[in-house]
């Protein structure tokens, strides 16, 4: 088939959105399809834009046919757009949706593109009511819904959510294994690229900084005397969306200095797996969430999970098995990773082998194609 991805690519960073959209577009193109991605020539107005910058100095991915053509704030582009995918007729556009702030502009697009009679449109749906409420996010979600034929969650929480807005077909088909970020190595190794002690025990967050994802819980459970005790040390590594200075202080109240590494620059895609090879457990400590990629880096580098029992986490980090499941709280946090280290988790590399065969690739294209009828 001809397929058409619209949703963020290189040379703009887009976090794991970027990284999934390029994946999936090879996985595509290995199943002898057709693929076009069309980006954002503009994704957001900077003051917009938590971060210090939208675009990566990484090369481009080989073999991929990525357009940077979208302006997300200009009605004229969006129609533009729009004609331009509506005259190339690809057989199926796969959007990603992910904000409402995209609404108006992936619904008008969409709509132009209908009007050829041909083209298919399923929207893999990240958010449907967003993390971080803001005004006008339920009417642009519906003008963008209304503009798709399918639907794929990637947790329960936001298939339940959709059905809320529509009765047009959508699965439920987790996000699966970011397998891009080469193979791990050791810890010793990845603490010497990284500046870092191999003999300390280290938990790591990981990714953009912001307040649901909890890293001030996080912060709070290292002050336990229990986690002191243990020496267990904590590496930061992601950008921050939100006040540094916030967090900084808490680390300074909270007496934690020695017990925290950060490393709160952009991550590049090849550094990836120092941090995950040289942590011993990934912790999500998230006050809200629908799905996370995180999980999926985790499971690629066969590393054990602490995750908070708030959205789709715990569908997919079975408790006591590949990791521990608590609420989100710093004394149910603290006592998760204590009892990692002083219990381990029995199975732990069989469980996980048998959790990582479940997100395939293949598994999650046949979901996508199936629910739109294309398979």
Known sequence: MNITIIGSAHPLRGGGISTF?????EVLQEQGHRVIIYSFSLQYPSFLFPGKS?????????????????NSINPLNWLSVGNRIKNEKPDLIIVRYWLPFMGPCFGTILRRVRKNKHTKIVAITDNVIPHEARFGDMAFTKYFIKAADAFVAMSKDVLKDLKTFTNKPSVFSPHPVYDNYGNAVTKEDACLRLGLNPNDKYILFFGF??????????????????????GIKLII????????????????ENGIEGQVKLFTE???NEDIKYYLSAADLVVQPYRSATQSGITQVAYHFEKPMVVTNVGGLAEVVPNGKVGFVTEPNPAEIASAIVRFYNQGLPGLKQHIATEKQKYSWETFIDNLLGVVGLK
């Open 54 to 70: 939208q675009f990566t100095d990484e090369p481009a991915p080989q073999g991929l046919d990525i357009r940077s053509a979208i």
């Open 266 to 268: 952009f991550i590049p």
């Open 21 to 25: 959209n390029e994946r999936m577009a």
């Open 209 to 230: 900084i912001r307040k649901y994802k909890g890293l001030d819980i996080l912060l709070d459970a290292m002050k336990d005397s229990t986690v002191k005790q243990s």
């Open 237 to 252: 590594a992601g950008e921050f969306y939100d006040d540094k200075e916030l967090y900084e202080r808490q680390i300074a």
